[in-house]
C-alpha cells in the first residue's frame, strides 16, 4: 500500500469508530479487507493504542464545540450532555468547512430522536433544544427561517442563561423568524406571541394533567 493509502487509511481509523474496533481486535484479518498485506497490518497495529487515544481526544474537542454552541442544552442537561454527546459521537466525524455547526445541528437532532417523553425534564425542553437548533441553521448562509414553538423560548432562552434555577414559564404559541437581507451578513430575529395560554391547558399540552 502506497503512502497516500495509508494516510487515507490512517484517517479513516481515526474516525471512525466501529472500523478502529475492527482493526483493533483483528488487525491482519480486518487488514485485508482494507488492501493490506500481513507486513502492512502487524506495522500498523502497535499504533492502535495511540489511534484510540487521539481520536478520544477529537470527541473531547468536538464536545466543546457543540457546548459552545448548544449552551442552554449544555445548561439544562448537566453532566448528561457529554455522555449522550459521547454516544452520538460513536456514529462517525462530521467534514466540511461548517463541520461544527453541522455537528451540532446533527447532535440536537439525536437528542430529539433520544429523549422522547423525557420526564426528568421540564415541560418546553424540547422548545429550548429546536431553537439552538434553528438559529444555528439559519446562520447557515439561509435568507430566512420560520420555526413555531409552544412557548417565547428567546425569553425563556435569555432566563435560563441568567440563572441557574429552571424559570417558571407558561405556554405561549410562538413564531420566530430569523431572517438576513441579500447580501447584508447580519442576521436578524423576529418575534411574534400569541397571549399566554392558561396554566390548565399547558398542563394538558405536556401531559402532566389528567383529563377529566
Not at 488492501?35 to 487515544?53: F, W
Not at 429523549?115 to 444555528?136: F, I, K, M
Not at 437581507?181 to 392558561?198: H, I
Given at each position: ?89 460513536l456514529a462517525g466525524t462530521p467534514q466540511g468547512v461548517e463541520k461544527h455547526r453541522e455537528d451540532a445541528i446533527a447532535f ?55 440563572s441557574e434555577s429552571l424559570p417558571e414559564t407558561r405556554a405561549q404559541p410562538t413564531l420566530v423568524l430569523w431572517y438576513r ?18 396554566r390548565r391547558l399547558r398542563d394538558l399540552r405536556s401531559g402532566s394533567a389528567p383529563l377529566r
Open positions: 500500500m502506497g503512502l497516500e493509502e495509508t494516510q487515507r487509511l490512517l484517517a479513516r481509523l481515526f474516525t471512525e469508530t466501529a472500523l478502529r474496533q475492527e482493526f483493533c481486535a483483528d488487525p491482519e484479518g480486518v487488514g485485508a479487507t482494507l488492501g493490506l498485506d500481513t507486513e502492512e497490518a502487524c506495522r500498523l497495529a502497535p499504533l492502535t493504542a495511540p489511534i484510540r487515544d487521539f481520536a478520544a481526544s477529537l470527541r473531547h474537542k468536538r464536545l466543546l464545540v457543540v457546548a459552545r454552541l448548544l449552551p442552554q442544552t449544555r445548561q439544562l442537561l448537566g453532566p448528561r450532555f457529554e455522555a449522550l454527546f459521547l454516544r452520538y459521537a440536537a437532532s439525536f437528542l430529539l430522536r433520544s429523549l422522547p417523553g423525557e420526564s426528568a425534564l421540564p415541560w418546553w425542553w424540547r422548545d429550548l433544544l429546536r431553537y439552538e437548533q434553528s438559529w444555528l441553521q439559519a446562520e447557515g448562509r439561509r435568507l430566512w427561517t420560520v420555526r413555531s414553538f409552544s412557548v417565547r423560548v428567546p425569553a425563556l432562552a435569555r432566563l435560563l442563561a441568567r437581507r441579500p447580501r447584508a451578513g447580519t442576521l436578524r430575529l423576529a418575534v411574534f406571541s400569541l397571549p399566554l395560554l392558561p
